[in-house]
């Protein structure tokens, strides 16, 4: 019986694992006469697929006899502390219900890391790694042809946002008096496409270093690497190159699978130079510092930086969990300041952010929490395991302080508490059991 339970179960989390990227959802509430995405509440698709295998997962634990498994409770401790927060700032948060919808959120995503931590080294990862791989690919076609269309396929039910030249608030490069819009998959933007394509390349190049390369790979690699350009994410396209250019570099240094690296090596100069000569003049524009300085993007992060801090030094123990962009609103409503409604949105800046809703003790046992998993991947791994999770998890924190699509939007929270605890479990595995 409890075989069949488990083969339902990892059948709803590959599941999870391809509609991930999707926004399907129904709206349970919102707040305020106009939508804002950051005063509203959701249930998803994903909610409901989790919902499920958590499900068979405890009544696996109940009435088997695998139980899960701790080798220390450290991490349980430092999360611990964060869940009791969080719980705790709904009560003094500015908007209660935001706040407690915000931290059901947060206890759903630290079960999702708990979950993952205990149970992937139970499922196939290759498997689990075929499924994250056409989801990737899935992604990238939709980019592909979204980029080239300039517009959405209408796919709404896998939660495809509308794209169009004439919407505003849709990412747009200005390009010789154009409006080019980047592409977005079905995620909410595109910086947050390219984090996830970004991971399915980077462990794509890993599987092949590992397994070998085929000739079948060659299309879902390019696939997945256009795709990636496509969104024109600048900071997670730069990552994800000097991620790859480490990785590439080690293999040489360590002398080993020579002939794969050479030959990832030529496919990615080969797929460059397409993607350059379709897009290169767009991709100079897009790229170009004394632009990228200057923009729109760059100037609404530090608005939204000098908001936070100014609020953070009001309320150094925070304004409760997810409730940064009401109390925004209010400030500024106060003192007669008017915005367009797209403006009001987090704080760019993931570390800043939680510091604004859950104090500055908060941002203390995230970052407790951030440096405990940084040690077991410079502790627990060798070789090519600890280069690939090393690099996905700077590149994490990097992206931290200049997003907030961890903390704010589901796709990104499921990837990183998802990534998170699939690490934990991988170390875990490591470590010696205690007698």
Same mark, same amino acid.
């Given at each position: 019986?409890?075989?069949?339970?488990?083969?339902?179960?990892?059948?709803?989390?590959?599941?999870?694992?391809?509609?991930?990227?999707?926004?399907?959802?129904?709206?349970?509430?919102?707040?305020?006469?106009?939508?804002?995405?950051?005063?509203?509440?959701?249930?998803?698709?994903?909610?409901?697929?989790?919902?499920?295998?958590?499900?068979?997962?405890?009544?696996?634990?109940?009435?088997?006899?695998?139980?899960?498994?701790?080798?220390?409770?450290?991490?349980?401790?430092?999360?611990?502390?964060?869940?009791?927060?969080?719980?705790?700032?709904?009560?003094?948060?500015?908007?209660?219900?935001?706040?407690?919808?915000?931290?059901?959120?947060?206890?759903?995503?630290?079960?999702?890391?708990?979950?993952?931590?205990?149970?992937?080294?139970?499922?196939?990862?290759?498997?689990?790694?075929?499924?994250?791989?056409?989801?990737?690919?899935?992604?990238?076609?939709?980019?592909?042809?979204?980029?080239?269309?300039?517009?959405?396929?209408?796919?709404?039910?896998?939660?495809?946002?509308?794209?169009?030249?004439?919407?505003?608030?849709?990412?747009?490069?200005?390009?010789?008096?154009?409006?080019? !819009?980047?592409?977005? @998959?079905?995620?909410?933007?595109?910086?947050? &496409? %390219? $984090?996830? #394509?970004?991971? +399915?390349? /980077?462990?794509?190049?890993?599987?092949?270093?590992?397994?070998?390369?085929?000739?079948?790979?060659?299309?879902?690699?390019? !696939?997945?690497?256009? @795709?990636?350009?496509?969104?024109?994410?600048? &900071? %997670? $396209?730069? #990552?994800?190159? +000097?991620? /790859?250019?480490?990785?590439?570099?080690?293999?040489?240094?360590?002398?080993?699978?020579?002939?794969?690296?050479?030959?990832?090596?030529?496919?990615?100069?080969?797929?460059?130079?397409?993607?350059?000569?379709?897009?290169?003049?767009?991709?100079?524009?897009?790229?170009?510092?004394?632009?990228?300085?200057?923009?729109?993007?760059?100037?609404?992060?530090?608005?939204?930086?000098?908001?936070?801090?100014?609020?953070?030094?009001?309320?150094?123990?925070?304004?409760?969990?997810?409730?940064?962009?009401?109390?925004?609103?209010?400030?500024?409503?106060?003192?007669?300041?008017?915005?367009?409604?797209?403006?009001?949105?987090?704080?760019?800046?993931?570390?800043?952010?939680?510091?604004?809703?859950?104090?500055?003790?908060?941002?203390?046992?995230?970052?407790?929490?951030?440096?405990?998993?940084?040690?077991?991947?410079?502790?627990?791994?060798?070789?090519?395991?600890?280069?690939?999770?090393?690099?996905?998890?700077?590149?994490?924190?990097?992206?931290?302080?200049?997003?907030?699509?961890?903390?704010?939007?589901?796709?990104?929270?499921?990837?990183?508490?998802?990534?998170?605890?699939?690490?934990?479990?991988?170390?875990?595995?490591?470590?010696?059991?205690?007698?």
């Amino acid at each position: 019986m409890s075989k069949k339970i488990f083969l339902i179960e990892k059948f709803f989390v590959c599941l999870f694992v391809f509609c991930l990227p999707w926004q399907t959802r129904l709206i349970l509430f919102k707040q305020g006469v106009v939508f804002n995405e950051w005063q509203s509440g959701f249930f998803y698709l994903t909610d409901l697929l989790f919902g499920a295998f958590l499900l068979l997962w405890l009544v696996r634990i109940f009435t088997g006899k695998n139980k899960p498994v701790f080798e220390n409770f450290r991490l349980e401790i430092i999360l611990g502390a964060f869940w009791l927060l969080g719980g705790a700032s709904v009560f003094f948060a500015f908007d209660r219900v935001l706040g407690a919808y915000s931290f059901v959120r947060l206890t759903e995503l630290l079960l999702i890391f708990f979950y993952f931590r205990q149970n992937f080294k139970n499922f196939s990862a290759e498997n689990l790694f075929v499924v994250f791989l056409l989801a990737g690919v899935f992604q990238a076609v939709l980019a592909i042809g979204q980029f080239f269309k300039q517009a959405s396929f209408g796919l709404k039910w896998l939660g495809e946002a509308p794209l169009s030249r004439d919407i505003a608030g849709v990412a747009k490069i200005d390009f010789l008096g154009q409006k080019i !819009i980047r592409a977005y @998959g079905t995620f909410p933007h595109p910086n947050l &496409l %390219a $984090i996830f #394509l970004a991971v +399915v390349l /980077l462990v794509f190049v890993a599987y092949i270093l590992k397994r070998g390369f085929q000739s079948w790979q060659i299309a879902p690699l390019g !696939i997945v690497y256009l @795709g990636l350009l496509t969104s024109f994410a600048r &900071l %997670a $396209i730069i #990552l994800t190159l +000097v991620a /790859l250019i480490l990785i590439f570099g080690y293999e040489l240094w360590r002398k080993i699978n020579r002939k794969r690296v050479l030959g990832l090596m030529f496919l990615f100069v080969v797929f460059s130079a397409l993607a350059f000569s379709f897009v290169g003049n767009v991709v100079r524009q897009r790229f170009n510092v004394s632009q990228t300085i200057n923009s729109q993007a760059v100037d609404l992060r530090v608005y939204y930086n000098k908001i936070g801090w100014e609020v953070f030094k009001q309320n150094p123990w925070g304004v409760g969990v997810g409730n940064f962009v009401p109390v925004f609103k209010n400030n500024l409503n106060r003192l007669g300041v008017k915005l367009d409604d797209w403006m009001f949105q987090p704080i760019h800046n993931l570390y800043l952010l939680i510091a604004v809703e859950l104090g500055f003790v908060g941002v203390v046992v995230f970052l407790w929490f951030l440096w405990e998993m940084l040690r077991r991947i410079l502790s627990d791994f060798r070789g090519e395991l600890r280069v690939l999770f090393l690099l996905i998890f700077c590149a994490f924190l990097i992206q931290g302080f200049f997003d907030h699509y961890f903390w704010t939007l589901q796709q990104g929270r499921l990837i990183f508490w998802a990534v998170l605890g699939i690490m934990a479990g991988y170390s875990d595995e490591k470590r010696p059991l205690a007698r």
